[in-house]
């Protein structure tokens, strides 16, 4: 796989899975609201993958080591896999009742990171086991924090 798209898919759907996950379970616990969650997924994944596509695009820049082609590959496959991943989100939210929709949220995001975890250790050629462990640890972290706050977030602003 060409440079710039492994650097999109890997930031877009790394960046789409942990941001968007960490959102849905924040909201999830500060509003219980299906409308609200769904307003955030698509309102982020359009300016959080804008975001994203610009930073990789100044990163890959300031590297001087990529031409203008690959440069703006990079951008935009970043920017369409953070919001397609981003995106993927809102189906169980759209379809399921608010905590099931959740739970698939969860286990579609380590899905997806594990998968990709897989394809990178096989890339590095190196154990996949802690690849993936040092993923879930981070996506753990995620969900942890946000739920945490969001519950304060609801308790305190109510």
């Known amino acids: 796989m060409k440079h710039s798209l492994k650097t999109g898919l890997s930031f877009g759907l790394s960046s789409g899975v942990i941001t968007t996950l960490g959102l849905i379970i924040g909201l999830n616990a500060s509003t219980k609201s299906k409308a609200v969650i769904i307003g955030a997924i698509i309102i982020m994944a359009v300016s959080d993958a804008f975001s994203d596509a610009m930073g990789i695009h100044f990163s890959e820049e300031s590297e001087n080591k990529h031409c203008r082609k690959e ?88």
């Open 71 to 158: 440069i703006w590959e990079s951008t935009g496959a970043t920017f369409l896999c953070k919001f397609i991943f981003a995106m993927t989100f809102i189906i169980p939210v759209l379809f399921l009742k608010l905590f099931p929709a959740i739970v698939v949220s969860i286990i579609w995001g380590v899905f997806l990171l594990v998968v990709f975890s897989l394809y990178l250790a096989k890339e590095q050629k190196v154990s996949p086991k802690g690849v993936i462990v040092e993923h879930l640890i981070v996506i753990l972290t995620v969900i942890i924090l946000t739920h945490n706050i969001g519950l304060w977030v609801g308790r305190f602003f109510k």
